[in-house]
């Protein structure tokens, strides 16, 4: 039975994680004039890797490749002051604004479609399984 | 099902733009009002939004936290025939400029379209999440 579904629960897994997206997206478009709004983001690899239980620890991976980097002790999550689900990271910003927003609306725009692009598609995955696993099922007097 | 939370928050800076409007229509109809109900020239409102969190971390809503009166200048025109001139021969009029208006109007209408925009896409992704297994 495991095996029957553990596709369908990865699927739906990154699915939950592309709607949790999609509201993230929509909040920093909703606040694009708000002054003082830092834009956040959610870093969908290491959510998704935390999510299926493929990853040990958040932020684990984050290693210095160049001598400018800043180390980091701690994962993204302590690093941003959250602890609570540890994947909401701070976008990085392209222009300073006087009001110290942080939004790049075309950028959040640009997210939010591709961000609904690969919610559809994995709609589609699921479909996808849903139908092949019905198609085995079947019996052969069925067609 | 957590994308029903879009609804709220682009509700939320949808309805915040509006009253922006609203207040952006105000001042554009009175830039040439020299006396309000005080008995004094009109002053530009400015709305300011802030952000409100609704329920979890990721969603995170507008609302309108004030409205507060322009601090401008007033502009002085040169009329000694008006019943409200002072002794020089100034009226003092609103302080509201009308291409910052216009500018203002703008803005809140790109981000009003945007809002609306999130919250069609929204719906149309949450109608093909029902078909989830139909087809």
Known sequence: MQRLTATLDFQSQALVLRAERQRLLASNIANADT???QARELDFANALRTATGTQQQLGGALSTTHEGHVATSAGFGTATGLDEDGNLIYARHSQDAVD????????ERASFADNSV???????FINGSVRSMLDAMKSPSQG | MSMFKIFDV??????????RLNVVASNLANVDTIEGPDGKPYKGRQVMFQTVLMGEQTSAGVRVSDVVESTDKARMMYAPQHAKANAEGYVEGSNVSAVEEMVNMISAS????????????AKSLLLKTLQMGQS
Do not use: C, F, I, W
Not at chain 1, 100 to 107: E, I
Not at chain 1, 118 to 124: N, S
Not at chain 2, 110 to 121: F, G, K
């Open chain 1, 35 to 37: 002054p003082g709004y």
């Open chain 1, 100 to 107: 110290r927003n942080t939004v790049d609306l075309d950028r």
């Open chain 1, 118 to 124: 690969k919610y559809e598609a994995t709609l589609r």
């Open chain 2, 10 to 19: 682009s509700g939320s800076a949808v309805s915040a733009q509006t009253q």
């Open chain 2, 110 to 121: 790109r981000s009003y379209q945007n809002n609306v925009e999130v919250m069609n896409t």
